[in-house]
DNA sequence: AGAACGCTTGGCCATATAGCCAAATAAATA
DNA sequence: TATTTATTTGGCTATATGGCCAAGCGTTCT
């Protein structure tokens, strides 16, 4: 590249919309939880204690972000991590809070 | 620790106040400005091109979730960037982008 | 084929967020 | 002290989001 390109609008609206979808505790949950392997919706659907619907709602909009992919198996459709780099976010995240914590 | 600590319900929810504050194009714009030094919030508006009061609620809404600080000197509030960590995310978010674009 | 299972989608309501304008506050300058 | 400058806060409206329920769809099982 010959210039330092200027990060465009569009381009920090792309990234929003990734942020967006990591900004919610449920889908942070099942982000960790498919760290560990992957997941189909009914075990995701046990761990967040919420309608099964709005799981699938919470993972249709991962899938969307880019953060996840699914695959149908037989009856289930199970779902893996695409982008493990988002699992270093939560570092981050936990030394901003304590950051926080240790300033106010 | 004795024991594998499992991350409470609590955690995902400040983790994920604090993934929302970023989850923003003119946050994500403002951190990144913020990155190259302290700013008053007259240059962050010439920034971002919207009203005066609406960047003030943005910063006031970084400050709340620990990412920014601020201090008056004169006239102005100066912000700056407590959390270099955060700008790691970028990275991430653009993999995520383009590994999104290329699998679809 | 029909029933059961696993998941997704549509519809609806409640709440949260982003934006602007106008008013309030705080500090510097006249 | 009065005025200007820099920022914050309150109030409002429009839009977005999250949740549930109910209905739909594709597979598997009987």
Redesign the pocket.
């Known amino acids: 590249m010959l210039f330092p390109i200027p990060t465009a609008k569009t381009d920090f609206e792309a990234r929003a ?1 990734v942020m ?1 979808s990591l ?5 942070l949950m099942m982000i960790e939880e498919l760290s560990r392997g992957e997941r ?6 046990d761990l ?14 991962l ?1 969307d972000a880019g953060i996840v992919e ?1 695959e ?8 893996r991590l695409r982008v493990p780099c988002v699992l270093n976010f939560f570092h981050c995240l936990d030394s901003v809070l304590t950051a926080r914590d240790r300033l106010g």
């Not at 189909?40 to 659907?45: F, K, P």
């Not at 967040?48 to 909009?61: E, F, N, Q, R, Y």
């Not at 149908?72 to 779902?79: F, L, P």
Request: net charge positive.
């Open positions: 919309k967006k900004a919610h505790p449920t889908r189909c919706v009914c075990d995701l659907r967040a204690g919420c309608d099964l619907s709005t799981v699938s709602k919470h993972l249709a909009l899938k699914d149908k198996r037989g009856k289930q459709v199970y779902y």
